[in-house]
């Protein structure tokens, strides 16, 4: 999952009424024969339709493994794994070592994941597994979810080698085949396959730190220290059915309405945390006087202050950092058209505040919708809560660098807490910290389209990016 | 004696939305749009209405019906706009689906993932329309209850109304005979179907049709055609043959 955004109004009071400069319109500092090789890497990569159950993945392995390979890294140093990610869903990892010829400390991990998330053509208003660049744009899924990250890291670390740097640590790249559905390759990754990924630290490429607001204000890049817990549950109901005609006064599918109408008034208690307390520390400083800033100010000041929490969780910019957020995703329900529904079920995706514990939110949705609907977690994926990574001064002050380099100093990097599960929290859990520092950026709200429809990502986003990673190569392994 | 039948229609309710990222919920949401439509038409009910073929129907079920339903029957059949009473036969298990027009969802579909918010969600909704009346009608009411203009509205097909088909006396002497025979004393009345047959399209090109079978059950136990555990009494299955071959010869036999 895509790490979200963590937006910071830097400099909002002082830049006044002038006029910001559109960031995608700013020139790409990439040389452009490293664009046109990034471009292709990019394009080859939407095209691989590499939703889970399609088989796909050891073709998207594949492409990465052969940038490796074409660029000087040994094939004893290149493994695609191949393991089942949900029943049926052969897919596979593929791990990479860029070995130093002579390593003064641990070898650092970079991350991403190769899979995207399911993308309907009737939905989409192109193909969205045909690459488009179109109004500064590229357009595809997982342009920014995140084959956009994929091959900033491969692209930053084969211009690297061709211009013969030499790493002072080793730095292993890992790429997993099932983020979007269960994590197991980061599971297996973080534990079995430990031999070939141990490290101090973990780099995540999934989810651009920066953005712009609409006025193209920076908002700032958030490194990811924390994240929620992800766990869907199951919302069933049952009935006896029958014949269409004779509508009994009970009905599988009501009783599932009712139960969603109430989740969606539904509030969890609000909740800080030290990841979102000094986000929001640093944001109500930022926000100066404003009305959402005042906010800030008083839930800071007095947690149990409800209605500013209510306050905050309400701007778009601040969905989901206040508290457990959960949200219907999908639906079915019945068995033909001119039959009474025999069961009703919706899919309900929760993202849990950290240290909150899957089971006492089931409790409190059970609670919630009564006896009439069952409520069970999928039982492919139990989620497990895991601590916070203690923030590193050489990782941020590596990130600060790059990020202010392309965005100038306006542009503030601070810690977050992401609302998007992601490959981190099973490497956290293992004992490796994980920071999310990928380069991309958008304008926000416009490009926060992950999941959705028509993903796009910034054509300056995609290239610069590629430097960005280079220039953490370079500080944290050079 | 099925002499007409309410009009099957299926509506489909859809709802899109622009989606996004399941750990930012938005404030727009398809699914809870859906359900909150479906709740609206939960808590509705269509106008009560009377045709001969149903005034006929409860004339007959009122005089062997006691009680607090045989009341109500009473009631509505002097005065049409008791819509009290109207619904009271409706809430009866027996009777369901004889007064007004009944729509019910029947199917539910929504998303792509479990991690991402939706971007369609849709109901089916069938709807069974009393005889006479257009499924637009229906249609343009439908979105009269859900009132909400990012719910659209849209019909699965093209069925135009039901018609009923006039008596027969031929047709009625012959049902009559083979269900007396069978079960002596038992009342005769003509009666709407709430179910779709394939008697509608041959009502509508212009041929009568009556629904005369011979088949019987116990009221409301059996009542299980496209639910669970459907079932005829052993009985009845046997009966129906000897039904049938009365009325073939009454009515193509000299």
Known sequence: MKGVTAALLAAAISTGASAATDPRTVPTQLPPAWQAKTRELLKQAIEIPSVHNRGEMPRMAKLLADQFRAAGIPDSDIHIMPYEALPGDKTAALIVRWRSPKATRKPMLVLGHMDVVEAKREDWKYDPFVFREEGGYFLGRGSSDMKDGDVATTMAAIKLMSEGFKPNRDIIFFYSGDEETQGKGATLASTQWRNLTDAEFGLNADGGCAAYDRDFRPLGCGISIAEKTFQTYFFTTHNPGGHSSRPRPDNAIYDLADALERLRAHRFQPMLNDATRGYFTERARQEGNSVLGEAMRRWLANPNDGAAADAIEANPLEVGLTRTRCVATMLKGGHADNALPQSAEATVNCRIMPGVQPKDVQAELQQLVGPKVEVKPDPNYIGVPTPPSPLRPDVLAAVTKAVQRFHGPAMRVYPVMSTGASDGSFFRAQGIPVYDVDGSWGISPEDERAHGLDERTPVRSMYDDVLHWEMIYRALAG | ?254
Request: proline fraction near 6%.
């Open chain 2, 1 to 254: 004696m099925q002499t007409a039948e309410k009009t099957f229609a299926g509506y489909t309710l859809t709802v899109r939305n622009r989606g996004g990222h399941s750990s930012k919920p938005r404030k727009d949401n398809a699914i809870y749009s859906l359900a909150h439509a479906l709740d609206r038409i939960e808590a509705y009910r269509f106008t009560p209405m009377l045709n001969d073929t149903t005034r006929a129907y409860f004339e007959g079920r009122s005089k062997i019906e006691k009680g607090a339903l045989g009341d109500a029957m009473r009631r509505w059949l002097a005065n049409p706009n008791d819509g009290e009473a109207a619904d009271f036969i409706e809430a009866s298990e027996s009777e369901v689906g004889l007064t007004r027009t009944r729509c019910v969802p029947t199917r539910l579909f929504a998303g792509h993932a479990d991690n991402a918010l939706h971007q369609l969600a849709t109901a089916m909704i069938n709807c069974r329309i009393f005889p006479g009346i257009e499924p637009n009608a229906v249609k343009a009411e439908l979105e009269k209850i859900v009132a909400d203009p990012t719910v659209v509205v849209t019909r699965n097909e093209d069925n135009v109304a039901s018609l009923a088909s006039p008596l027969r006396p031929d047709v009625t002497e012959a049902y009559t005979r083979a269900i007396r025979t069978l079960h002596p004393g038992m009342p005769i009345f003509p009666e709407m179907s709430t179910g779709a047959s394939d008697a509608r399209p041959f009502r509508v090109a212009g041929i009568p049709v009556y629904g005369v079978n011979g088949a019987w059950v116990q009221v409301p136990t059996d009542f299980r055609a496209h639910g669970k555990d459907e079932r005829i009494p052993v009985q009845s299955l046997y009966d129906n043959v000897v039904h049938w071959q009365m009325m073939l010869r009454d009515l193509a036999g000299k």
